[in-house]
């Protein structure tokens, strides 16, 4: 009898023993899933557009005005200006109940290229925002083509799963947001709105 209590004992011990390894293993497994870098976003489009290659890069150059017209920037401040670097945001990105900040380089060439790349922030292990503007229709100088490139990466897939939403209005609005800039600042488009071409889209 005690020999017959002693063995299931044993088992008990065994199995309860390899349940407690199994939900560790899995707690590891989920945090380290949680906290992947495997988050990454890639939008990138190409269109043509009724405003100059000044006008255009102007408005995207200014970060310090996005929160005027990006309906996620809260809030953009210059925080400082390097001869090598470029220029040094703090910019605080909005969406549901998230806020969060993210300090950024942005580098210029004027008028062709504006690129801004993250160095801190808890949202985002990189983000990188690029736009290059070329020459539009050669019989209309009040027009340009654009090239939009947003690549970023959440740090966990937490903030990831909470904002695909936020992805997809960026892809959905982003320039339009900056047209809408233009047109308060230019008047509106010199041809009919254009519908852009998706050069990539990885969600």
């Avoid at 945001?89 to 060439?109: I, N």
Wanted: proline content about 2%; hydrophobic content about 35%.
């Amino acid at each position: 009898m005690q020999k017959g209590l002693f063995s299931f004992t044993s088992f008990f011990r065994s199995h309860k023993t390899v349940a407690h390894s199994v939900q560790l293993v899995s707690r590891r497994n989920f945090f380290a899933d949680l906290f992947s870098e495997n988050n990454r976003k890639i939008y990138q489009e190409q269109r043509l557009l009724g405003y100059t290659r000044e006008q255009m890069f102007d408005i995207v150059s200014q970060v310090e005005h996005y929160s005027t017209f990006l309906p996620w920037c809260v809030d953009s401040q210059l925080l400082q200006e390097s001869t090598t670097k470029g220029k040094l945001y703090r910019v605080t990105v909005g969406f549901y109940l998230f806020q969060e900040s993210y300090d950024c380089w942005v580098t210029t060439k004027r008028p062709t290229h504006v690129k801004s790349v993250s160095i801190t922030g808890n949202l985002f292990n990189h983000l990188i925002n690029e736009w290059s503007f070329s020459e539009g229709l050669p019989n209309n100088l009040k027009t340009c083509t654009v090239r939009l490139l947003v690549d970023f990466n959440f740090r966990s897939k937490l903030h990831a799963q909470v904002s695909q939403i936020f992805f997809d209005q960026v892809v959905n609005t982003m320039v339009a947001s900056f047209l809408s800039r233009a047109e308060a600042l230019h008047g509106k488009e010199s041809i009919s709105r254009q519908k852009p071409k998706v050069l990539q889209c990885v969600r």
